[in-house]
């Protein structure tokens, strides 16, 4: 890869391109990094510290907003049901997602491109328009108050993106790869879990990403379809320190670090796993 | 390919039995009458922990026989959206607080509520209220909800930046305002703290109500808005955003900005309720200890009020059951009563239109005792915008006074958007 | 004859694959938008009996100028992730699918605004924007620039575009889609191409992009999508405001919906959903793609 870019490429524009380059990714590093930089230092300033002056440094380190954030009765608990609804919800998701786009992408049948528009145009839809429907709609079925009310509503509203971006990686496959497998004797579910499903591993976690940050992160649903703190997420944490007339951002900062940090190593995590997912889909090829 | 068919047919009917799993909704135990109220008043901060501790105490007093479950909704507009989709879906939560006002007069009409018309009738439950209260509560004779707490909001100035700038008192009149203003300004102190954004406009909103008042006397909303009253207060405000008069950044402000300039002291005036006092105690001590309430300069014909309404108003859902009827009235009667009320008045500095006694030894914060002599000493309240003016009006307040002031319309341009805003 | 059997078979076995998503699809979304469009039909309140009124709200809504500033302001929105937002990710994966130096470090960081609530960025980029303590009045003094400083979210002419350069922060998620697209290239392509004396510039033109053709459609039009449909982020920064320059149709529906103007948001809504619809279609005739010729374009 290295060897292309010097053989060909005249100097002048390499060097353009590299002070390009490094000037893009580094502006980008900084925009990128701020926010996060921020509220890590905004969570050891006080309340009154953030909004009179939100952007100086803290006056002193006081971890008193930790401190609080954590002695908020049954975060633990919080935690443990975050990752429940968002593991099952992800993962639901993106089991039926992949069946469905490899449905779309490998195979000819009446109606598929309908049906993929049909899905993929729910993209559009502001969620918080249904939430009288979803509201009758969980309690009919007898899961209000329970985190299954919220892996099922998770596990729908990712399906727009989760069906469009794989379909996606599946299309982009080609087609020669599944024809000798079929040669090979290959059954409709062997195609689809031996061959596909490899190959598009990066599509796979791409979409497992975003499904799982968006119910990590979701909090309308996640206060109207839950009543008892037994089956309160995260976000419930998040919101602990506001009230009618009074919002402690310090607090809520410092509740935010905290829930941030497993979006963040299971983020890094999969990440590693699209290289690895993509090495292994190169050596087949 | 058996192994496929499997594990699909597998995952499907895992979702399918999800309910079977469910495990959160507890059956109440054999007689034992469970009240669940949805609420904002949650918390470690404002009404929370009173709340929590009278409620425990009222499930203790009746073990086996009511408990009151508190939801918690710390947000409060999260709370509201809950409760108005629980409302919108026939599924009223059994005891829950709104605000009252011409969006929610709907709430009545329908079924949903608890009548408590005969029953305030009884052991004087009623005559514990203040009959103004208990009047906007009352609808075509009915009254299917009771109030919780009251809007007082008077002008907040800091005493020692008034003396810094040779104000000795403060203004009576717009002329003595505008004087004052000036001098503010010569010793770098923004005059007011104003605001466009937010839901509503909330400082703003209440300055031009406390004009509007002084223009138009007590009844001056239902005047309508094509009376001068309306277009006079208008133009107080438009001045109130030009030539320093507030800072740079109130349009588009929200009531963090507005508020953080006076605790700062970087403005002079500003304006909220009661739940303000423990806020400006804990982060700007030197402020709250410099601060005193009034009533606004006069700019009409009247002076000496304060705009105040009926904030937070509390219902029930309506039921059949007599046990349970039984049960949600105890529970009414309970948080209304004029000992909670005096306690959860005491704890967080609401206002609250139930009659009781404060005696000296009651220790109330100095800050609280002005808003008390304030709502006394008025000549009459008037209303905030929100009990009198339906949501969609009261949403648009901060959008035409923006663009009253950045395209610099005159006042009667601004009363012709409000005026829209209804249509 | 054993080719109609396999065909068959294959039917079955489309329809299981579907199944789980068309049940959801369904549930969670057919229903709600039936009921949605049912509801536009009607004056409600929430909680009063439903008043059918036809399409009254429809009309209503045209005749508001305060709506027509939102579709305008929707279709800003829109052009700014179709050739602002993707076009911007789209040189970032570029870049780094070439991994430079510490490339998996800058892929991380990238995407790191997309986890971080959204209400912390709003008080963050208001902060920013401020003007007695925002970053952007400074840095423009330092720089001798005195002259541009000023009320960035206060004045009508710098509020939206104020708000829309904040939203680029959230190119990461579509650097993300693009640069895990543009692996699934086959090495062999670019092989060939140096051996026919291509420069970098001819490789990204010539092979990377059309090979990549595919993903960036879909970028294209989950960006505009997603800018069709925000209103968190105008909701947290400026409610609309100031003057209603920078209403939204979402958030035009999140104000009649707590207006209690239940009928009315549901209108806004469906209506929302059709621009939507005619927007994505555009974007696909620009792209020269029907919706179901992606597939003829891998192959």
Redesign the interface.
Known sequence: ?K???I????FA?QIT?KVA??A??IL??I??????L??IM?SFK???EI??????FPTSLNFVNFINAIRISGLHRFFINSFIVTAFATT?NL???S??A????R?E?RF??S????????????I??????????I?T????????AL???Y???N?P?S???IT??M???P?ELEDSALIDGC????R??KILVPLTV??L??AG??TF?GCW?E??YA??L??????RTVQ?A????????????GG??AA?VLT?IP??VI??FM?DK??SG?TA??VK? | MKKGLFVCILAVLLFVVMPAFAGGTEEAAGGEVTITWPTHWVGEQGTGPIVEKMVSEFNEANAGEIKVVLEAHPEADAAEEVIRTRLAARQTPDFFLFKLGPSTRGYYDSNLLLDLTDELKKDGWGASFNPGALGVSTINGKVKSLPMENALTPVWYNKSLFDKAGVAEFPKDMNAFWAAAEKLKAIGVVPTSQMTGGANAWTSMLWFTHFLGSYGGPNAWELGWDDPAFEKAAAIMKRLYTDGNTTLDAIGAGPGESSAHYMNERTAMFINGPWFVANIRQNAPAVYKETVLTSAPAAGDYSGHQVGWLLTSAAAANTDDPARKAAVLDFFRYITSPESSKRRSIETGSLIPVQFEINPEDNIDPLQQQFIQAGNNATFLIDGIEAVMPVNVVQEFGQALSSMVLQDLSPKEFIELMKAAGN | MKQKKRKQKNLIWIIIFILPVLILLTTFFVYPLISLVVTSLTEWDGISPMKFVGLRNYSDLFSNPIFRLSIKNNLIWAASAAFLQVPLALLIALVLRRKPAGWKFFRSAFFLPNIISLVALAMLWRAIYNPYYGILNGLLNVLGMEHLARHWLGELNTVLPSLIVSYQIYVGYFVIILFAGSLSISDTLYEASVIDGANVLQQELYITLPAMRGFIISSETLAVAFALRQFETTFLMTAGGPANATSVMALFMQKRLAAFQNGMAAATGVLLVILGIFVMKGLQTLFGMRSDAVEDAQQ
């Open positions: 890869m060897q292309r870019t053989s060909t490429t005249p524009l391109a380059k490094w893009l990714l980008y590093l925009i990128a990094l701020l926010p996060i921020w509220l905004s006080s309340e009154f909004i009179s002056s939100p952007l100086a639901l089991f039926f997602c069946l469905a490899f449905a779309v992408a195979e049948w598929k491109s049906f993929l528009i049909f899905a993929t145009a729910m993209v559009l839809i502001p918080i328009a249904f939430m009288v429907p979803y509201y009758s709609l309690t079925i007898g899961l209000y108050n329970t985190i299954w892996v099922a509503v596990t729908a509203i399906i993106i069906m469009f971006i996606n990686f299309t982009a496959i087609h059954s409709f579910w062997q689809f879990s990066p599509g976690v791409t990403t975003f940050i992160n909090f309308v206060m109207l839950t009543s008892s703190q037994e089956v419930y998040v919101r602990f320190f506001n009230s009618e007339f009074r919002d402690d951002y809520m900062f935010i941030m979006t963040i983020y890094i990440h699209i290289v993509v889909g190169a090829e």
